[in-house]
């Protein structure tokens, strides 16, 4: 009986991969070595999850062994992977702290061609929120403020007085040195 309980772990994603809606990686970020080593492998699941994906509705599958909590918008899905024994709801709350970061930096315009213009902040965005299969974020206004967003990218009602300071010094600068 002892045996079948399994010791908790830290390491509960296995994988945070983005797909197109022709099934092509846009960003794949896998966490555990042992369950896809190679490339191949990975296109190989990611192929298959997208199929089994892109038509429902749903927003959980088990696949090869994984527990993957997905979402799509637009033109691409966004996909989060634990074991087959990991809580379903702390996988998906690391899916909409991506999809919402993701969003926040693609200034709501969540497709694939803002995403490629953007792909080093989501990247960093993506390692703010996993790292090596730990949650290291879950709510997406921290990951946000560590990724360095341009200030004023960031709508007035949600910069710090801080940030709104800078801001008005750097153009205040600018404008003197004209």
């Not at 930096?105 to 965005?125: G, Q, W, Y």
């Not at 990724?147 to 404008?175: C, H």
Request: hydrophobic letters at 45%.
């Amino acid at each position: 009986m002892e045996g079948s309980l399994l010791e908790p772990t830290l390491y509960v994603i296995k994988g945070m991969v983005i797909l197109d809606n022709d099934g092509h990686r846009v960003l794949a970020k896998y966490y555990d070595k042992n369950i896809f080593p190679t490339a191949k492998e990975q296109k190989a699941f990611e192929k298959n999850l997208f199929n089994k994906t892109h038509r429902s509705n749903a927003e959980i599958i088990m696949l090869d062994g994984l527990t993957c909590v997905y979402y799509s918008n637009v033109d691409l899905f966004f996909y989060v992977m634990g074991s087959s024994h990991e809580n379903e709801l702390i996988l998906m709350t690391a899916l909409n702290c991506l999809y919402d970061s993701v969003s926040n930096i693609l200034r709501k315009n969540v497709e694939k061609r803002t995403l490629f213009e953007n792909l080093d902040i989501v990247m960093l965005a993506m390692d703010e929120i996993c790292d090596g299969g730990i949650i290291m974020e879950a709510d997406f206004k921290a990951v946000l403020q560590r990724v360095a967003l341009r200030t004023d990218d960031i709508p007035l009602g949600e910069q710090t007085v801080a940030q709104v300071l800078q801001s008005a010094k750097e153009q205040l600068k600018w404008s003197l040195l004209k």
